[in-house]
């Protein structure tokens, strides 16, 4: 039992640390929230140059092949941006099923391209109508698809999808056309698309339908850990934000932030994000275990919606009306938050799984 | 990172939980419970984890342990703490008591107070509090004059656990310096509680008989020898004290042991696939989980060499809520019967749910308050300015 992080895990934070202040300000940040995608491809391009697009993909691809625990640390340093780049979807939601799915000349030809970043993956799974990631798709499986998908991370800039059918999980290539991704009005963190399919070519991944249940399931846990890991990153800015702003906005001839009720917020923001931290750590490390991770991602996103929700509440209300302004950088933050709160996993959902972790049935 | 134990680890909880459940009788509901037999008891189980080696694991072989690891001692702490505290007071004397004589103790204090602790032989009791400094605790008033060679010792203690066990022992916070200013006029004297002049008068409580009293000294002599640490230099014995006892009590395991109390109840009972008791159950394994984790973070910093008062404090804060929730949402869901205490033959799970709520009123409140503990982490922790 140790919950330090090793020197070669430092040493990726350290590395992620210096990257997000030298090149990823909240004034680039703002800059490519205004592109109608969401991308900017000069930084997806330093990030695939320091390794970290391949980052938890094997080796012989080509990729890293660290873990989820990585990915997570990782992430929750981007979160700290917050980083704009669909690094989640490509390596959780795409190259993860490629890998654990794909036959030998699916992975030989796929995951390099997603190791290098030359290719983007994403993963279309939700439905019109559907109730949230784990209702079974109806769209019709086949070597042509035609159907529609919701809330698509980063379609516009993917070029490979990893489409859920009823057939199991399809690979289209979107740069042969008949695929069109509409963004919908998303919370401007994350991108999310409305993806008409159109006749587009697709090839299924080897296995039965029930193997890619599975491993839909475990790249939705990976993305949740990954995802609540940078929502944790942004939290702590969100900390740091309101700790300046508390230490000088001077109200009644102190600092608002010696006025016990405004600091004992700022110590619960500080108790939330460091268990949120750990709850996150723990779930990303069972993941790259054998064995069932259940109980650790599950208790990470049902504690992670709440505590995220809690944190945001009082930063906003440690900074007053400022933090309301888009002038001020809080909302970057809080954007981020509430997407990966809603995203992935409800808390009720989530609490159920642990429910039936504890031996409830 | 690694969040698991060794496989020598599991083994010994295995071990420790076979011992306690020989050793511990039905009638066990820890020491507050107004049962004569109780001290006596952890008495007995005290001698006999000294006969084991496992009373005082993590000291240090010199002073009769054996050097365990952090981890190996918190496996120990879960246990005890998850059958509600069968050491009984002396758990005080392993926790903090102990490595505080060690820290500031000389050689010969060592040598005359550790060996009964390390054998299980001793009862310690702590005199912080009085009626007018609780919070405030360097406001205190206890006198300690230096006069012909010894301290002579008035004033009163209040709150003050185990003293009617009865103690042999206490570890006395009082005032030798009236003149200086508050954090510097204070000491640490040990006291024999036999000594002429101390009285002793135990306080009823809502969870029962023989946990808190108040403590008088009238004129009480304490040789000089029994001084811990510098003269005046006492409140650098408290905080790191207060240190130790945060990380030292794994109170998160009586929460997890009554957690896995209300999931066998719930099968039992039919009553599992409730969305109610399902997610009420989850939400306490996930505040659990959540508190476990912060505790073993400060231990990890521990155990690198470091003393994490912020940590312990974040630890602390997460360890008291919870147990109020378990509770809280433990007897909801028990129902009615839920209020009925232990020998009533309705009282769902022998009345451990009640207890726990009646022990655990004034857990936001006992060794630093909720808010002091949050003043803390915002002065130290946040580099907020100083509260108003």
Known sequence: ?361 | MDFSFTAGEEAFRAELRAFLDEALPLWWRGIFSGDERAIPLTRDICASLADRGWLTMAWPEEHGGSDAGVWKQTVLREEMWAHEEPRGPQYMNLNYIGPLIMRFGTASQQQRFLPPMAHGEVIWCQGFSEPDAGSDLASLRTRALREEGRFLVSGQKIWTSYADAPADWCLLLARTDPGAPKHRGISVLLVDMRSPGIVVRPIPTMAGPHELNEVFFDDVAVPLDCLLGNQDGGWEVVVTGLTFERAGIARYARAGRIIEMLVQWARQSGRAAEPLVRHGLAELRVRYEAARLLNYRALSLQAAGQVPTVEASIARIHNGQLEQLVSQVGLELLGPTAQLGAGDPLAPLDGAVRRHWERNIPTTVAAGTLEIQKNLVALHGLGLPRPT
């Open chain 1, 1 to 361: 039992m140790d919950l330090l992080l090793s020197g070669e895990q430092q040493m990726l934070v350290d590395t992620a640390r210096s990257f997000v202040e030298r090149s990823c300000p909240t004034g680039r940040v703002r800059e490519i929230d205004r592109d109608p995608l969401g991308f900017d491809e000069r930084l997806w391009r330093s990030m695939a140059s320091l390794g970290w697009t391949g980052l938890t993909i094997p080796e012989p691809y080509g990729g890293g092949g660290r873990g989820v625990l990585e990915m997570t640390l990782l992430c929750e340093v981007l979160g700290r941006g917050p980083v704009p780049s669909p690094i989640i979807a490509s390596a959780m939601l795409a190259a993860l099923p490629i890998a654990a799915a794909g036959n030998a000349d699916q992975r030989d030809r796929w995951l390099p391209l997603l190791a290098s970043g030359e290719a983007i993956g994403t993963l279309a799974l939700l439905e019109l109508g559907g109730r949230d990631e784990w209702d079974a798709p109806r769209l019709a499986g086949g070597p042509v698809l035609r159907g529609t998908k919701m809330l698509v991370p980063w379609a516009g800039a993917a070029s490979l999808l990893a489409v859920a059918t009823d057939d199991g999980l399809l690979v289209v290539d979107a740069r042969r056309g008949s695929v069109r991704a509409e963004r919908h009005v998303d919370l401007g963190a994350d991108p999310l698309f409305r993806l008409e399919l159109t006749g587009a070519c697709a090839e299924r991944l080897d296995g039965s339908g029930e193997a890619h249940d599975s491993v839909i399931r475990r790249a939705l846990d990976c993305a949740a850990t990954v995802q609540l890991a940078y929502a944790v990153g942004s939290a702590e800015r969100a900390l740091e934000l309101t700790l300046e702003h508390a230490r000088h906005r001077q109200q009644f001839g102190r600092p608002v932030g010696s006025f016990q009720a405004v600091a004992h917020r700022c110590v619960d923001m500080r108790s939330d994000i460091d268990a949120c931290r750990y709850l996150a750590y723990r779930a990303a490390w069972a993941l790259d275990q054998d064995g069932s991770p259940d109980l650790e991602v599950a208790a990470a996103k049902a504690y992670g919606n709440e505590a995220l929700r809690r944190i945001f509440v009082h930063a906003h209300q440690v900074h007053g009306a400022i933090g309301f302004s888009t002038e001020h950088d809080l909302h970057l933050f809080t954007r981020q938050a509430k997407q990966a709160e809603l995203s992935y996993g409800s808390t009720t959902t989530e609490l159920d799984r642990v429910a039936v972790a504890m031996g409830l049935g």
